[in-house]
């Protein structure tokens, strides 16, 4: 396997075709009981953005695997989702006005597919808008659906898992929680923990009349873009953005992985597409934040819903243009995120005052006032867990979104590595990705690509 990945990486990539070639509705395996038929949205659920979150999980037939026709996993995966549903009640219903999940077991959307390919042309050398293929709608085409699955099988017997869970129900970590739980039911679990679905009763729903959810969903044309960065080049920007201020310390307090790379891709963003700030605009840097952990006392991660929320610093200029205070920019992100406390947690409670905040954002942003670049990190989330009972995957991918200034964060196989799904416009991809100091970080050499594939088969 390892061989053919690398015979088809140095020869010309093929276009993945993708071909749907059956379609029904999985229904949970016993009815939803009628105390639990209406799911109320909470506060942050109704500000969060009709769009689909997707994942693509790729499962290679290796030898020693246990062989199974085509029919037969997909008849494991539609079983064991049946019984996942009954758990998790409101991805098997339908979204009624951004305010509540119909817990009416009308069932998740299933599709089963065939490529013209195998697994290694489209893992090999991955193009983040092939992996839209995977995927059955549009991700801002949510409709009513709370959840879409689509199964594809390659003509080398693997497979592509691909989830599209609303952002209208679920945060990142809740995706995980339902994957992972689908997963431990097929392989014969049954000692899970239950969800919970009362966010809110912590964020009280609110009239949020005047605010569109939508804002920031674009129709330019969006380019997405991945870039590998290595344990040796992270560690590099880590130490290039240490704190200068300790440098006679023998232990200068290091920017983590995640803040190296926020500020190295921010800046050379900045410097590739804003050679010049704006002085009349405000440039600022979000970071997604999981709530769960800075609530008091602190809730479990199988608390269901929406329970993060954006971490907003507005770095200084100056450091952007004096090459030596990117700490400055770290510090700047780190005052944001620990903003995000139990003061903040309680505003949200209350959800009128951070409304009036977020109609202000939108309506800044929609005048062109405010320059946003969003980074959501899925590094240390348990991307690879997800074992139906043949094994873990191999790769795991996302995919093209419909939002510009966006980066999201996946561990590479490996765990060492990470991968920077970069969405921005088609003009500023064009000047991004020939960045010199970007390139000079991430365009890995034929050595460090071999590698990277004998990672995919660990």
Not at 245 to 270: G, K
């Amino acid at each position: 396997f390892v061989l053919e990945v690398l015979i088809n990486f140095y020869t010309q990539k093929m276009k993945v075709e993708v071909e749907v070639i059956s379609t029904e509705t999985i229904k949970p395996s016993s009815p939803t009981p009628d105390h639990l038929r209406n799911y109320q949205f909470s506060f942050l659920d109704q500000i969060s953005p009709p769009v689909f979150m997707p994942l693509v999980l790729f499962y290679p037939v290796l030898d020693g695997d246990i062989k199974l026709n085509n029919t037969d996993k997909s008849n494991h995966l539609k079983n064991s989702l049946a019984e996942a549903l009954t758990r998790f009640h409101p991805l098997a219903g339908r979204v009624i006005d951004n305010h509540s999940v119909d817990c009416n077991d009308a069932g998740v959307p299933y599709f089963e597919a065939r490529a013209n390919c195998r697994i290694s042309d489209v893992i090999g050398d991955p193009i983040p808008g092939e992996l839209n293929k995977f995927i059955p709608y549009e991700l801002d085409d949510v409709r009513d659906l709370p959840m879409v699955i689509q199964v594809t099988f390659f003509v080398c017997g693997g497979m592509a898992v691909s989830l599209g869970i609303s952002h209208k129900v679920a945060d990142a970590l809740s995706f995980f929680v339902f994957l992972n739980s689908w997963a431990a039911t097929a392989r014969g679990d049954r000692d899970l923990p239950c969800p919970r679905f009362d966010s809110a009763t912590l964020f009280p729903p609110v009239n949020i009349t005047g605010f569109k959810p939508s804002t920031g969903i674009v129709k330019e044309k969006i380019m997405t873009k991945r870039f590998v960065f290595t344990a040796s080049k992270i560690a590099s920007l880590r130490d290039k953005y240490a704190d200068n201020a300790n440098a006679e310390s023998p232990y200068p307090r290091r920017p983590t992985r995640i803040e190296a790379l926020s500020v190295f891709i921010w800046t050379r963003f900045m410097a590739s597409t804003q050679p010049k700030a704006d002085s009349s605009k405000i440039y600022t840097v979000l970071h997604a934040v999981n709530l769960r952990t800075r609530i008091d006392p602190p809730l479990p991660e199988y608390c269901f819903g929406n329970i993060s929320r954006l971490a907003i610093a507005v770095p200084s200029m100056d450091s952007t243009e004096h090459k030596e205070d990117f700490y400055g920019i770290v510090k700047n992100m780190r005052e944001a995120i620990r903003k995000v406390n139990g003061d903040y947690v309680k505003e949200l409670g209350q959800g009128d005052k951070h409304l009036s905040f977020m109609k202000k954002r939108a309506e800044s942003f929609n005048k062109g006032e405010v320059v946003s670049f969003s980074f959501t990190s899925l590094c240390r989330f348990p991307l690879y867990e997800a074992d139906f009972g043949w094994r873990k995957p191999i790769w795991v991918g996302s995919a093209s979104f419909k939002f510009k200034n966006l980066v999201v964060f996946l561990d590479t196989p490996s765990g060492d590595e990470i991968e920077a799904w970069v969405n921005l416009k088609e003009e500023d991809m064009a000047k991004f990705e020939v960045d010199k100091e970007l390139i000079a970080f991430v365009t890995p050499t034929p050595d460090a690509k071999i590698s990277g594939f004998q990672g995919l088969e660990s």
